[in-house]
């Protein structure tokens, strides 16, 4: 049997659209619901995983199974900039901002480095063994981390990926080693 993960990135939320760093408790916008319930008949998942985040959990509620949340899989812990706008860091904090976009062991907010989220990332990959096909709804972030450790590419690369809400990307497990998997839309 195979082991197949969907990494699929949660709603927008308006911390998204206005250009605020998230916290745990976002909701999902209003405009992003109706886009829903075309995740069901997309993916038809055996299990699906979620940040414990509100808008991964909200997003994860489509599947219309049982779902689990993940402290693995939560979003990266930005610190003191968390629920700010990133004009408001970028006026405040000009340096240590810069030095975040573009260091991936930079923790200037005080929270988590990219390198930390790497770390985690690849601890919660080798916990997924499950035979069949895994959702787990997550943040843009987490699956930039996830694709740069698979690929083992740089972790820098992730400043040169840009992915969208609801977007999703798939990786299969031969042995020990995911492999990132591109699928037919038609």
């Not at 659209?17 to 992003?32: Q, V, Y």
């Not at 075309?38 to 993916?43: D, E, F, G, I, N």
């Amino acid at each position: 049997m195979k082991n197949e993960l969907i990494l699929l990135c949660h709603a927008a939320t308006h911390a998204m659209k206005t250009g605020m760093f998230p916290t745990l408790h976002d909701p999902i916008e209003h405009l992003e619901r109706p886009r829903l319930s075309a995740l069901a008949s997309v993916y038809a998942p055996d299990r699906v995983i979620t940040s414990p985040s509100h808008a991964a959990v909200e997003t994860g509620r489509t599947f219309g199974i049982e779902m689990s949340a993940d402290a693995q899989w939560s979003d990266l812990d930005r610190g003191r900039w968390q629920g700010r706008s990133l004009k408001e860091i970028y006026d405040e904090e000009t340096s240590a901002l810069s030095a975040w976009l573009s260091e991936p062991d930079s923790a200037a907010h005080g929270g988590e480095s990219l390198e930390a989220l790497q770390g985690r990332v690849r601890r919660a990959l080798d916990r997924q063994r499950d035979d069949g096909t895994t959702v787990i709804v997550t943040h843009a972030i987490v699956v930039k981390v996830v694709l740069a450790v698979v690929l083992n590419a740089p972790l820098t690369t992730v400043y040169r990926m840009d992915l969208e809400p609801l977007s999703a990307v798939a990786l299969t497990r031969a042995d020990d080693t995911w492999r990132l998997r591109c699928k037919s839309s038609i």
